[in-house]
C-alpha cells in the first residue's frame, strides 16, 4: 500500500508523488523516472512494493519537470531537477534513522549521479536503473564527465539490450568512478529492465541485489 506524499518548503521544488511505509524501516529510497514517465510507471512501482516489504521505505516521486506538465521530455533545467531530487531525499530523511538512497531510471538516474557528484552527502548511496550512457547508435557522446567526481557508493541496473549503452560500455564506464559500484545485468532487458517473460524475475533480481548493496553502502566511508 502507498499514500500520497506532498512536501512543500520556500525556495524549494516541491516533493510529489507516493510514500510506500514498510514496518520497522530503517532504510529510505528516493525512486523517480526516466525522461519519458513518471513515477507511475510499471517498473518503479513495481520496486517500490517489493522493497516495501523488504522493510525499506521508498519515497516514489515525480521530477519537477514532470510536475511542470504531464508529458513530453524534460523542461526547465537539470539544476532544478536536482534540486527537487535534494528536497525528496531531505523530505524522506526525517521518516528513517537509517540509510537514504538515491534512485532513478535513466534520466532520473541520471540526475541523481550529478547530484551526488556535486554533494557526496546527499545519500549514502544510488540505485541506477538503465543509466542512459549515450544517446541511442550515438557512443561517443558519452554522459560520463561527472563520473570522476562520483565518491558514493552506486549499484547500477542494466539490460542485456539496452540501446542506451552495451553492458561492456557499462563496465568501461564504472571504471572512470572512484565510489566502489556494481553493476547488474538483466538478461533480455531492455531500457525499461523488464523483459516481457520474466518481469517477476528482473524485479526480484533488482530487489535482492539491492537490499544486499545497502549493506556495502551503510558502511562508514
Not at 523488464?194 to 545497502?214: D, G, H, M, N, Y
Request: net charge positive; proline share 8%.
Amino acid at each position: 500500500m502507498s499514500e500520497s506524499f506532498l512536501k512543500e518548503s520556500p525556495g524549494q521544488p516541491a516533493v510529489r508523488g507516493f510514500l510506500h511505509r514498510a514496518e520497522k524501516s530503517f532504510d529510505g529510497l528516493v525512486l523517480t523516472h526516466g525522461a519519458g514517465g513518471n513515477c507511475n510507471s510499471q517498473l518503479l512501482i513495481a520496486l517500490a512494493e517489493s522493497l516495501c516489504v523488504k522493510g525499506i521505505t521508498v519515497l516514489r516521486c515525480d521530477l519537477p519537470f514532470r510536475q511542470a506538465r504531464p508529458q513530453g521530455p524534460p523542461m526547465g533545467t537539470a539544476e532544478q531537477d536536482q534540486a527537487g531530487l535534494r528536497h525528496a531525499s531531505q523530505a524522506l530523511r526525517k521518516l528513517v534513522s537509517g540509510g537514504l538512497f538515491l534512485s532513478g531510471h535513466s534520466y532520473g538516474g541520471r540526475m541523481a549521479t550529478m547530484l551526488a557528484a556535486h554533494d557526496p552527502a546527499v545519500a549514502d548511496g544510488l540505485l541506477l536503473l538503465s543509466y542512459p550512457l549515450h544517446p541511442p547508435r550515438k557512443p561517443q557522446q558519452l554522459r560520463t564527465a561527472h563520473f570522476p567526481k562520483l565518491n558514493t557508493p552506486a549499484l547500477f541496473v542494466h539490460g542485456t539490450r539496452d540501446p542506451f549503452g552495451s553492458i561492456e560500455e557499462m563496465q568501461s564506464a564504472l571504471s572512470l568512478i572512484p565510489a566502489q559500484t556494481r553493476l547488474l545485468s538483466i538478461e533480455g532487458g531492455g531500457h525499461d529492465l523488464l523483459p516481457i517473460s520474466k518481469r517477476e524475475q528482473a524485479v526480484e533480481a533488482i530487489v535482492s541485489s539491492f537490499v544486499e548493496w545497502t549493506e556495502v553502502a551503510n558502511k562508514p566511508r
